[in-house]
């Protein structure tokens, strides 16, 4: 398949630039392959059976872009984006402007938070944490992504791009179809028999790239890092033997369990791993039955993940009334509660 076949236009103004209330926000509920009803993510514990497992990723948003006070001569801070965290205080970072630092130097956040410069490649910078690294959850700000315009950093913002159930620090993007859940909505899920399965997968920059060749097999993804606990494997099995609904919460879960059911050939392992599971449409789809997402960019690896999980009709017909309807797209947008086409599996 080729990326243009999942370009669309989305009015500007239908980019949501600040967070939806949680537990308030407009759900678009498709069942392929074209039956599409409207209702409210207040109402998802009624969509869902006892006997399901809700599957939440439970990783925490970092604040992973950093100002560096400027050096010599300069006038404008160093921006640092914080990617992967190679060993304790050991960094992966894009930097800009780049071309200013180079391995030795050190680097001044604050008073008491320092890095210095320890590799440079190909646009990666490596740092090292000195000081009090707790300075970084203070100065750091989230890194949102570039469609979310803001003339500053917003301290709210800390609070708004993560979910109520973040507690695994490590990603750079949040997780976005879990910010619209409350206590409360678990509370009435978990009180309806449906059980609630917490995995971890750590978002990476990876997110924010673009798709740049033209045929699909080209790309690759970035790996990401994951982990499944035991007692998480163990219920997740316990459902596959028992035929009940697995019910992924973001694209984010959907990756983690299609990639820890293939570890395990055909049960879901255990434990720490990485993938870079690449989904598209003729993908066969092994362990989730319904997804709750956000609605995704054109040309993005999340829209081609959604469009091989309910057919890529289904959601050019339900994006096209998304529109028409003006729900919000993307990270602090509106839903989608999707369950899996018939021929997916």
């Known amino acids: 398949m080729l990326r243009s076949d999942f370009a669309y236009d989305l009015p500007e103004d239908l980019i949501a630039q600040e967070p939806r209330e949680r537990g308030r926000s407009r759900m678009l509920v498709l069942t392929p392959p074209s039956r599409i009803e409207h209702d409210t993510f207040a109402n998802f514990p009624a969509r869902l059976q006892a006997g399901d ?24 801070a160093i921006e640092f984006l914080l990617t992967r965290e190679r060993e304790p205080d050991v960094w992966e970072t894009w930097c800009r402007p780049a071309k200013r630092v180079k391995p030795g130097d050190v680097v001044t956040f604050s008073d008491s938070l320092r890095a210095t410069i320890l590799e440079k490649d190909e646009g990666t910078v490596v740092i090292r944490f000195e000081g009090d690294v707790a300075e970084v959850e203070r100065l750091g700000v989230p890194p949102l992504p570039p469609y979310i ?5 917003r301290e709210s913002d800390k609070e708004s791009y993560q979910t109520v159930y973040a507690t695994e620090r490590g990603a750079i993007a949040a997780p976005t179809a879990g910010l619209h859940f409350t206590q409360t909505i678990l509370d009435e899920i978990a009180s309806r028999g449906v059980e609630i399965v917490r995995v971890t997968l750590h978002v990476g920059i990876g997110t924010f790239k673009p798709v740049k060749v033209d045929r699909l097999e080209e790309h690759r993804m970035d790996s990401e890092r994951y982990e499944i606990s035991e007692d998480a494997a163990a219920s997740l099995n316990r459902a596959l033997n028992e035929k009940r ?12 369990l299609e990639s820890a059911v293939r570890a395990g050939e055909g049960r879901f392992a255990a ?24 609605f995704h ?5 999340l829209l081609m993940l959604v469009s091989a999980f309910a057919g890529a009709e289904a959601i050019r017909l339900a994006y096209a009334e998304a529109i028409e309807q003006r729900y919000f797209f993307y ?11 018939s021929d997916a599996a």
Do not use: H, W
């Open 331 to 341: 990270s602090y947008g509106d839903c989608m509660f999707i369950a899996r086409r």
């Open 297 to 301: 960019l054109p040309e993005s690896t």
């Open 245 to 256: 609904a697995i019910v992924a919460v973001g694209t984010t879960s959907v990756r983690t």
């Open 149 to 153: 315009v803001r003339d500053a950093p």
């Open 271 to 294: 434990g720490r791993a990485e993938t870079s599971i690449f989904i598209t449409p003729r993908f066969e789809f092994q362990a989730v039955d319904k997804l709750l997402t956000n």
């Open 53 to 76: 497992v809700l599957v939440l990723n439970d990783t925490r948003v970092i604040p992973a872009r950093l100002y560096a006070q400027p050096k010599g001569a300069m006038k404008n």
